[in-house]
T-cell receptor, first 111, second 113 residues
């Protein structure tokens, strides 16, 4: 399975945007890029996913590089509630079931 | 929607014992997966059930087994518990109309002593 690389941690001030990078240089043509986040004492929560085009939803935006070897999750205005571990995951369309989590990025939001 | 409910929330067992963890998914969620999360690490995929049949398994020994029931509930059974089985066990389910987005429960914290 293709792997992803994320920074261990990132800090942001409240109300400012957060850009979370993810490298996936061995991504295959059928791999979707998924993001989940895990708040303290909770299970992971689906954030967003995409294949080639940039995607937006009420939680975040996903910017995907043209060569698809990297992507960036964008939280437009960080709140204290966004403090969590964010996981970037590649998922082949024929294996919807398996989510291969790495260590993720711990996001710290300061007031 | 009531989300995914797991029980119990915490459990302490002795090495060598057997344990059953339970998960109740939302109506219509015919796919359920179980994950093990050690402290400070990301969740690791144990196995998945679709329409009551196992259809995917991670790198876990056979003493980890499961069941899925027609009422969208499921179980994770672990036999011959080892100290390294101490972890947070997460259940996740998805609806066929939204296969990309799994809904996770808050997990069961298992401690093996």
């Amino acid at each position: 399975d293709a792997k992803t690389t994320q920074p261990n941690s990132m800090e942001s001030n409240e109300e400012e945007p957060v850009h979370l990078p993810c490298n996936h240089s061995t991504i295959s043509g059928t791999d979707y890029i998924h993001w989940y986040r895990q708040l303290p004492s909770q299970g992971p929560e689906y954030v967003i996913h995409g294949l080639t085009s940039n995607v937006n939803n009420r939680m975040a935006s996903l910017a995907i590089a043209e060569d698809r070897k990297s992507s960036t999750l964008i939280l437009h205005r960080a709140t204290l509630r966004d403090a969590a571990v964010y996981y970037c995951i590649l998922r082949a369309t024929d294996s919807w079931g398996k989510l291969q989590f790495g260590a993720g990025t711990q996001v710290v939001v300061t007031p | 929607e009531t989300g995914v409910t797991q029980s119990p929330t915490h459990l302490i067992k002795t090495r060598g014992q057997q344990v059953t963890l339970r998960c109740s998914s939302q109506s219509g969620h015919n796919t359920v997966s179980w994950y093990q999360q050690a402290l400070g690490q990301g969740p690791q995929f144990i196995f998945q059930y679709y329409r009551e049949e196992e259809n995917g398994r991670g790198n876990f020994p056979p003493r980890f087994s499961g069941l899925q029931f027609p009422n969208y509930s499921s179980e994770l059974n672990v036999n011959a518990l080892e100290l390294d089985d101490s972890a947070l066990y997460l259940c996740a389910s998805s609806h066929p109309d939204r296969p990309y987005g799994y809904t996770f429960g808050s997990g069961t914290r298992l401690t093996v002593v």
